[in-house]
């Protein structure tokens, strides 16, 4: 067991069944996968929650697709997700929530921690940065010196950089 109370995943028993069917794909090809089953496409093309995920280019089949999902439900995937959408205390080396959730939430979803609405509060944060961009665009939002911005910088305060890089990356027309 680990911290969480959730099983170990390699000692769960769908962890050998996972490792077996991966030992097996170790030396398959995408082409020998694909003329083994013609239907592969619509056997490994998988839609939820508006997302298609087409799994027909990886080195996978319907045995370790199985085993992957066993191996989730066997360490309480499932149970962990709704704990950390419900803003349960998921994060155990901070002993605090992980709200990160609440930034892709439906606008009009409500989550409410320690009396705050954190989904309110993120939405509302999310429209401000969208202000601030628009009025730096628009040339509204000037530097100290009355001169319009011509540079980004972004200054990592730890966690992923992926949020700057696709701001930098959505903005790069207007450089």
Known sequence: MTETGRPQITSAPSFGALARSAE?????????LFAADPTRVEAMTLTAAGITADLSKNLIDAEALAALVS??????LEAFREAMLGGDHVNTSEGRAVLHTAMRASRSSILVLDGRDVIAD??????AMGELTESVLRGSRVGATGERFRHVLAIGIGGSYLGPAMAVSALRRHA
């Open 71 to 76: 191996l989730a439900r066997q360490t309480g």
């Open 122 to 127: 993120a939405v509302a944060t999310l429209d």
């Open 24 to 32: 097996s794909l170790r030396s398959a090809s995408l082409s020998e």
